[in-house]
């Protein structure tokens, strides 16, 4: 079994700051792509930011400038920094993975989403 744990959401004032992890465990032979996604109420699930399969960045454009993500694979975590936060940031986040199980098969996998709130 593989999961996803994040952690470090949580209430911040606007133009505030939070940091996002998610923490990879399980029977993991290795990890390929790795990011993270939102979700508003009554929206639609959408990349925030994520490392594609040739350890390249991708950041939504909304923020560009604002977020930066990082990777630590000795402990296969990936990292959101969330920087001058707005209301409309307000959201869900998950983890997202590709991850080559000890059964040796490539599987996606999510983690259980961490509740981020920016007031305005």
């Known amino acids: 079994q593989v999961q996803l744990v994040e952690s470090g959401g949580g209430l911040v004032q606007a133009g505030g700051s939070l940091r996002l992890s998610c923490a990879a465990s399980?029977?993991?032979?290795?990890?390929?792509?790795m990011g993270w996604y939102r979700q508003a109420p009554g929206k639609q699930r959408e990349l925030v930011a994520g490392?594609?399969?040739?350890?390249?960045?991708n950041y939504a454009d909304s923020v560009k400038g604002r977020f930066t993500i990082s990777r630590d694979n000795a402990k296969n975590t990936v990292y959101l920094q969330m920087n001058s936060l707005k209301p409309e940031d307000t959201a869900v986040y998950y983890c997202?993975?590709?991850?080559?199980?000890?059964?040796?098969?490539?599987?996606?996998?999510w983690g259980q989403g961490t509740q981020v709130t920016v007031s305005s």
């Open positions: 399980g029977r993991i032979f290795s990890i390929n792509t």
């Open positions: 490392f594609n399969s040739g350890g390249n960045t």
């Open positions: 997202n993975a590709d991850v080559l199980n000890s059964d040796y098969v490539w599987l996606n996998y």
